[in-house]
């Protein structure tokens, strides 16, 4: 279910103290093109992570490192394996070492039982999931939102026109999570990584630390550059956001979910072009700016 307060933070708990081991993005390399030549250019860096949890090891994560700490604590979050963010003390990360040390106020409760069974799903560096890849989806209640055609098309021009290091390297996906205004929808945070659920799972752990965005009901649309298979449209509803947008396709699994949900998905979103899967009841057509529709002459 989406996260509600907790006895933790009624208590008057800080919010986990993080370093800031932001890692560079990108490195360059000599390659050589087409016309033989050797020419310097940026490829996206990837390393690895090492997850403890209370000297625990957890799992290791594949990641660029533009947001290390954020990254953990998302993972926890959208792993289930802490209900709030009020229980984790601090996220320590050294690249020297290549770990992240999580602290928290009481330990995880059935820390062995809840990591005993893991789920390789189909995320670009394989990722993964503990416990019942579907457990508790039903009791997911998302709130009530509608996205207008033109808040669509805002959405993807500002991703259009945001730097990033896609553009610099290519060979990354990137995640963004939108407001929804009177206007253009505003870009709360974007994130990029060397797949789309370190980038998702980094935009959850930046909203458990935000809490009044956090709280704000049914005014978030998720934005990612990858498929939208069904973990993704399940990371997407325990953050409570209930439409995503991808510039990709869905999965079947993930359009069953995000049916069941009510959560509307919408797909192959570029320029004015996109469809919607499911929930088309959120979504607020505006057919007249999309343009002239081409017909084949037969």
Not at 99 to 124: D, I, L, Q, S, Y
Not at 263 to 272: D, E
Request: with cysteine; aromatic share 6%.
């Amino acid at each position: 279910m989406p996260d509600m307060p907790t006895p933790l933070a009624r208590k008057g708990l800080s919010l986990p103290r993080l370093t800031a081991a932001r890692a560079p993005l990108t490195r360059q390399i000599e390659a050589v093109n087409e016309f033989g030549e050797r020419e310097l250019i940026a490829i996206p860096a990837e390393r690895a992570l090492t997850v403890y949890v209370d000297n625990r090891e957890l799992v290791t994560l594949m990641t660029l490192g533009g947001n290390p700490e954020l990254l953990v604590l998302g993972f926890l979050r959208n792993q289930r394996l802490v209900k709030s963010v009020y229980e984790i003390d601090s996220i320590t990360v050294d690249w020297d070492v290549g770990a992240a040390a999580v602290k928290t106020h009481g330990g995880v409760a059935n820390f062995a039982e809840k990591t005993a069974k893991r789920v390789v799903t189909t995320g670009c560096g394989q990722g993964s999931m503990f416990g019942d890849l579907m457990g508790d989806v039903g009791a997911i209640r998302l709130p009530d939102s509608v996205l207008t055609q033109a808040q669509l098309y805002g959405m993807t021009n500002a991703i259009r026109l945001q730097d990033s290091t896609y553009k610099l390297s290519g060979s990354v996906h990137g995640c963004a999570l939108f407001k929804l205004s009177t206007e253009a929808p505003e870009m709360m945070i974007f994130v990029e990584d060397v797949g789309r659920h370190n980038a998702i799972d980094t935009i959850a752990g930046w909203l458990w630390m935000q809490p009044q965005a956090s709280s704000a009901v049914g005014d978030k649309v998720f934005y990612t550059t990858g498929r939208l298979t069904s973990e993704m449209i399940i990371k997407a509803a325990q953050m409570n956001v209930p439409i995503v947008v991808s510039r990709s396709g869905i999965t079947q699994m993930g359009h069953e979910v995000a049916s069941s949900l009510g959560l509307c998905a919408i797909g192959r979103a570029t320029n004015k072009r996109f469809v919607c899967y499911s929930a088309p009841h959120r979504l607020f057509l505006q057919p007249e700016l999309a343009g002239v529709r081409l017909r084949s002459v037969a």
